[in-house]
Nanobody, 126 residues
Framework: QVQLVESGGGLVQPGGSLRLSCAASGLTLDYYTIGWFRQAPGKEREGVSCISGNGDSIYYADSVKGRFTISKDSAKNTVYLQMNSLKPGDTAVYYC???????????????????WGKGTLVTVSS
């Protein structure tokens, strides 16, 4: 049974940092493309960042380039999202999800993901 469990969300002031974690079980991330997505209140879900199974391909949304970094620890079967210089516009529920075909995620699309975590809330506010 596949499970993705996010953690690391919370309340942070503008300009602050958070690191999100997504721990996977039931599959090996070395063989899966996995990404981070977010959904703010009243807005559609959007792709934030994605990393291929071998780590050679990475996607970032334009809105987070230069501020967010995705990484993966194969030994822990966990993917991370380091978020720096956070802005109020980054406030959202953040989800991790796996892409069975390794395509849509790396283009920033959320359609076609097969497994999703339950999400972790990030609030950027003073």
């Amino acid at each position: 049974q596949v499970q993705l469990v996010e953690s690391g969300g919370g309340l942070v002031q503008p300009g602050g940092s958070l690191r999100l974690s997504c721990a996977a079980s039931g599959l090996t991330l070395d063989y899966y493309t996995i990404g981070w997505f977010r959904q703010a209140p009243g807005k559609e879900r959007e792709g934030v960042s994605c990393i291929s199974g071998n780590g050679d391909s990475i996607y970032y949304a334009d809105s987070v380039k230069g501020r967010f970094t995705i990484s993966k620890d194969s030994a822990k079967n966990t993917v991370y999202l380091q978020m720096n210089s956070l802005k109020p516009g980054d406030t959202a529920v953040y989800y991790c999800a796996t892409d069975p075909y390794g395509t849509n995620c790396l283009m920033g699309y959320s359609e076609g993901m097969d497994y999703w975590g339950k999400g972790t809330l990030v609030t950027v506010s003073s």
